[in-house]
Nanobody, 123 residues
């Protein structure tokens, strides 16, 4: 299984970015998807997750109300819309996949990981 995140870049505080993560899985709808991030010198942290059928999402408190995750099962793609970005959102963002039927917020429980995409928010 391969995952590829894209859409990162440099943005000013208050701006928006939309990350995408495409996968090579045969049946995308069999996988719960999540976003994690790792800032320089910090541990990886959970950002957002979405269930297989899109009917359930979960967000870290630090991004609630600003970030939205969604998925298009026909395109094998999960998205992370990031609004009102803050300098503290600067990190490498990773997407992850697992065949779990429930949303997972712990990174070590995810089976598949993609390469990250760098998001830099300037003040």
């Amino acid at each position: 299984v391969q995952l590829q995140a894209s859409g990162g870049g440099l943005v000013q505080a208050g701006g928006s970015l939309r990350l995408s993560c495409t996968t090579s899985v045969r049946i995308f709808s069999n996988y719960a998807m999540a976003w994690f991030r790792q800032a320089p010198g910090k541990e990886r942290e959970f950002v957002a997750a979405i269930s297989r059928s899109r009917d359930n999402t979960n967000y870290a408190d630090s991004v609630k109300g600003r970030f939205t995750t969604s998925r298009d099962n026909a395109k094998n793609t999960v998205y992370l819309q990031m609004n009102s970005l803050k300098p503290e959102d600067t990190a490498v963002y990773y997407c992850a996949a697992d065949s779990s039927v429930t949303i997972l917020t712990i990174g070590s429980l995810y089976t598949h990981w993609g390469r990250g995409t760098l998001v830099t928010v300037s003040s």
